[in-house]
Nanobody, 126 residues
Framework: QVQLVESGGGSVQAGGSLRLSCVTS????????MGWFRQVPGKGREGVAA???????SYADSVKGRFTISKDNDKSTLYLQMSSLKQEDTAMYYC????????????????????WGQGTQVTVSS
């Protein structure tokens, strides 16, 4: 069975940092497309970051330079390091995995991902 379990969310002041973790099982984290999405009420899920290998990554313009996606293949864990957080980063964050259409992984399109975690809330205060 495929399971993605996020952790690390919480409340933080603007300018602070958080590190999200996603422990996976039943996925081939070393070869699959892995990503982080976020969603606020009334809007669709936004692709924040994706990684399709140990080095190939992409980021939404709004987080580039502040967020870093990485993974530990031996621990089957995906990470999202978030720094210089802004109020606009407040959202429910989801990790996701996709085993198909690896060629579009870095476009961070939700349809390319077929497994999702339950989400972890990130709240940034002023």
């Amino acid at each position: 069975q495929v399971q993605l379990v996020e952790s690390g969310g919480g409340s933080v002041q603007a300018g602070g940092s958080l590190r999200l973790s996603c422990v996976t099982s039943g996925v081939r984290i070393n070869t699959d497309c892995m990503g982080w999405f976020r969603q606020v009420p009334g809007k669709g899920r936004e692709g924040v970051a994706a990684i399709v290998s140990d080095v190939k990554t992409s980021y939404a313009d709004s987080v580039k330079g502040r967020f870093t996606i990485s993974k530990d293949n031996d621990k089957s864990t995906l990470y999202l390091q978030m720094s210089s957080l802004k109020q606009e980063d407040t959202a429910m964050y989801y990790c996701a995995a996709g085993s198909h259409d690896l060629g579009i992984c870095l476009l961070r399109i939700a349809a390319a991902f077929d497994s999702w975690g339950q989400g972890t809330q990130v709240t940034v205060s002023s």
